[in-house]
Nanobody
Framework: VQLQAFGGGLVQAGGSLRLSCAYS????????MGWFRQAPGKEREFVAQ??????VYSDSVKGRFTISRDTAANMVYLQMNSLKPEDTAVYYC????????????WGQGTLVTVSS
């Protein structure tokens, strides 16, 4: 499985950004897709996940971020609205075979910087 995340950049607080992740490899339609982030000096943390039954979000982004997928295009997206400086991080897309497995495929990360 190969994942390539892109779409990061510099945005002012309150602004929006959409991250994209291109997926190739094993069957995309059955994979569980997720977004994680790692801020400077901090551990990587879960942001959002999407399965066929729905999506879940961390409390810190709930109501501001939306994860979605385009199965035909093998793409996953993370729409980020009302961005805050504390959202500044390298964002990674990830995949796992199902909700019982670990995330075992990771993209290279894309940097999001939110200025105050």
């Amino acid at each position: 499985v190969q994942l390539q995340a892109f779409g990061g950049g510099l945005v002012q607080a309150g602004g929006s950004l959409r991250l994209s992740c291109a997926y190739s490899g094993r069957t995309f339609s059955s994979a569980v897709m997720g977004w994680f982030r790692q801020a400077p000096g901090k551990e990587r943390e879960f942001v959002a996940q999407i399965t066929w039954s729905g999506s879940v979000y961390s409390d810190s982004v709930k109501g501001r971020f939306t994860i979605s997928r385009d199965t035909a295009a093998n793409m996953v997206y993370l729409q980020m609205n009302s961005l805050k400086p504390e959202d500044t991080a390298v964002y990674y897309c990830a995949a796992r075979q199902n909700v019982y497995a670990n995330f075992d495929s990771w993209g290279q990360g894309t940097l999001v910087t939110v200025s105050s």
